[in-house]
């Protein structure tokens, strides 16, 4: 059975940082994508960032270009994303997934497993 735990969320300031972590069980971590996704209250889920199995391939949102970094260790089985520059509009859960294929995705319904979120909250 394919679980994935995420990690790392938390309160922080405007302008704060966090690291959040997402470790695979069940399956090997280098043979499928992993991305990162978010939802507010009252809104849809969206896209963060996403990054190909053996790491080569990251691709990200536009609010999250130039603040986030996603990278993985496959050996670990974790996929991490670092958060910079956090804004209140970042408060969200964040979730992350695992894709049944290698090319990395953008779209929620490209991803076969999913973690149980994270609370991320950017205080003003």
């Not at 972590?21 to 991305?35: D, E, F, K, N």
């Not at 995705?105 to 149980?116: E, H, I, K, L, V």
Request: some cysteine; overall charge positive; hydrophobic content about 30%.
């Amino acid at each position: 059975q394919v679980q994935l735990v995420e990690s790392g969320g938390g309160l922080v300031e405007t302008g704060g940082s966090l690291r959040l972590s997402c470790t695979v069980s069940g399956r090997s971590g280098s043979s499928g994508a992993m991305g990162w996704f978010r939802q507010a209250p009252g809104k849809e889920r969206e896209f963060v960032a996403t990054i190909s199995s053996n790491g080569g391939t990251t691709y990200y949102a536009d609010f999250a270009e130039g603040r986030c970094t996603i990278s993985r260790d496959n050996a670990k089985n974790t996929v991490y994303l670092q958060m910079n520059i956090l804004r209140p509009e970042d408060t969200a859960v964040y979730y992350c997934a695992l894709r049944g294929r290698p090319l990395a995705a953008t779209t929620s319904r490209q991803y076969d497993y999913w973690g149980q979120g994270t609370q991320v909250t950017v205080s003003s």
